[in-house]
């Protein structure tokens, strides 16, 4: 099996097990957390049998709360900070949901034979940059505002949760629950036109471009503050790079850093998503390698001395 194989199927179970309230499980509440347990991923907080939540949902709701609400903000800030050092961005890559949907439809656009776009390097750096903190700063001015005591209440209601009103996993997901009954239609229906326009977004970038809504995802860029720090990392022998180039043309979010840095050590991108599908493409032994605190946890193979090795593209 390899990597992308892999990761397609500990997606899908990650999917199910974020679900996991349609087999009887219960939400992973905490005494001390109002809106129980949040992971540095998508696991949207509209799907009805969901056992955690998205950081960004707590993130609006708390900030919502003012200073009443302060202590929470803090104590599930401080958890995700500790899962995002201990597991970098492994839940962009492995466990998001809508990463998951859009590895899946990368899958499709493979088979259909069609050809992706490339986003020029300089539009790219603005998106996974620049762009992507801007949406976060302007989150947390909004959501600040809404908790201000003089503000009408019309006007809080209108602020209320602003990233879940456009985000396009609000949309999908109930769309998707009420097309399986699990929601009844007038509930499925409760999404805002803005949000709905913003899945049709996501959704022809996503076949577009590979990992589209990655490349500006704010949840993402609050992962990659943890950058430094973090236990899971990818690090490069210089001496064995033979600069072909494979793992910057198979990144599916455009990192260049892992090709580009001739130092050797450690390579990681504050943008990378941690797929490692750069590992799994590189052709030279132990070129590429992911650690865990030091450990190597999967290494790149010389499958070009194997015509039987040869390793599927993925979502090249």
Known sequence: MTASQLRLTIQFTCLVL??????????????????????????????????????????????????????????????????????????????????????????ARKYLHIAYLKLAPAINDLLTFRFRYAVLILLVLVVSISSIPFISAEWRRNLDLPLCQVCPGKPLWLLLQGGLQILPPKAALDFSKLSLVMLGIFLAGAFSIRRFWCRFCPMGGLASL????????????TQKCTKCGLCARSCPVGVTEVYEQDEGGEVTSSRCVQCFHCIQMCPEEGCLKADFVGQTIYKSRAWWQRASALPEKGLE
Not at 65 to 81: C, N
Not at 226 to 237: A, E, L, P
Request: neutral net charge.
């Open 226 to 237: 943890f950058k430094g720090v973090r236990m899971v990392s990818i690090t490069k022998d």
């Open 18 to 107: 974020i679900n996991a309230g349609l087999f009887g499980v219960a939400a992973i509440g905490m005494s001390f957390l109002p809106s129980g347990l949040a992971i540095p991923g998508l696991a949207c907080h509209y799907f009805k049998h969901g056992v955690v939540d998205c950081f960004m949902y707590p993130l609006e709701y708390y900030l919502a709360g003012g200073w009443e609400s302060w202590k929470y903000l803090v104590m599930v800030t401080v958890l995700v900070a500790i899962m995002s050092i201990v597991f970098g961005r492994l839940f962009c890559g492995w466990a998001c949901p809508l990463g998951f949907i859009q590895d899946l439809i990368s899958y």
